[in-house]
């Protein structure tokens, strides 16, 4: 199979599995849900299944037209090959999961603090509510410009098509499911949160409390926040009642996905974060099984706090 096919078929299957995950969930989440929604449910899934219609069509053009070319630009910098690595297949294995897991953690990073890219990701911000579908809502470039990115660091790395499929199919399903509003009991969230980003963490960083938001970027594995001392905890208790969304924009709610599209084209659309300005090491509390860090300005440097229970 060449790259061109690839990533056509790679891509395809990113956009069945979320849309089917999204449907089965659907019982589940009015089963035992956490939060009573704040926006009318046919209003939502009328902004967000749009915005995922576009955004994977421009994906599928993309994967057919560009992402060969970038991958073999990324491919002629020599600069390292996974494929070629000496190592076990099982060890390259999971070193590949995270390289590629840690180039999406830095890019999410990046939509937040460059203003350019915040006019895009902020739409995937703007739901009121978090739910399966939250997973589904992003502007269509914002998806263009993460398979750029990503499709250059594969080819950069050397990075094996398995790797790149497997990593994608797990992000296609755990998009939808860490968005997901369901009561998770707090004994599977404390093992859980060990190995992968569940919804009770992925929910502050949808929260409208700029304290919270600008933390918990990670995709599938929560070890880079921990790394970038942005990890935050709060118990799922405390998250029932959290405003979620745009403090500036609390409409989006019931915005058709047509009005979020333009709304990236908005005059002043950067002022929900500092723009351009590297990521702060706000002070971080809350009970969490994982260490979390504690800014001490009065030193500039950072002191390593316990765990708390």
């Not at 199979?1 to 089965?24: C, H």
């Not at 999971?94 to 895009?120: E, P, T």
């Not at 799922?236 to 979620?244: G, N, R, S, T, V």
């Not at 002070?283 to 504690?294: C, D, E, I, N, R």
Request: glycine share 6%.
């Amino acid at each position: 199979m060449d790259s061109r096919t690839f990533y056509l078929t790679a891509t395809a299957a990113q956009i069945v599995l979320p849309f089917l995950l999204v449907v089965l969930l659907r019982p589940l989440e009015l089963t035992l849900p956490l939060r009573q929604s704040a926006a009318p449910l046919p209003l939502r899934w009328w902004a967000n299944v749009p915005l995922a219609i576009a955004s994977n069509a421009l994906g599928i053009l993309g994967s057919y037209t560009l992402a060969d070319r970038i991958g073999s630009y990324g491919a002629s910098f020599n600069l390292f090959s996974l494929a070629a690595a000496p190592l076990p297949g099982l060890l390259k294995f999971i070193v590949g999961l995270l390289i590629i897991d840690a180039i999406a953690f830095f890019k999410h990073v990046l939509s937040h603090k460059v203003g350019l890219l915040w006019r895009l990701h902020q739409i995937h911000h703007s739901d009121v509510d978090c739910d399966g579908s939250t997973g589904l809502r992003h502007h269509a470039l914002e998806g263009f410009v993460t398979l750029c990115v990503l499709t250059f660091g594969f080819g950069l790395l050397g990075m094996p098509f398995a790797i790149i499929a497997t990593y994608g199919a797990t992000m296609a399903i755990h998009s939808v499911l860490s968005h997901a509003n369901v009561a998770i009991p707090a004994w599977l969230n404390r093992v859980l949160c060990w190995i992968v980003v569940t919804p009770e963490m992925h929910r502050l960083h949808h929260a409208a409390d700029p304290k919270l938001y600008d933390s918990n970027y990670g995709e599938l594995f929560p070890y880079w926040d921990w790394l970038a001392r942005t990890l935050r905890a709060k118990p799922a208790a405390e998250q029932i009642k959290m405003p979620l969304g745009l403090t500036n924009r609390p409409e989006t709610g019931e915005m058709s996905a047509l009005e979020l599209t333009l709304l990236a084209f908005e005059p002043n659309r950067d002022n929900r974060l500092e723009i351009g300005v590297p990521l702060k090491r706000r002070a971080l509390t809350g009970a969490s099984p994982l260490p979390v860090v504690k800014s001490v300005r009065s030193r500039g440097r950072p002191e390593r706090v316990k765990r708390m229970r």
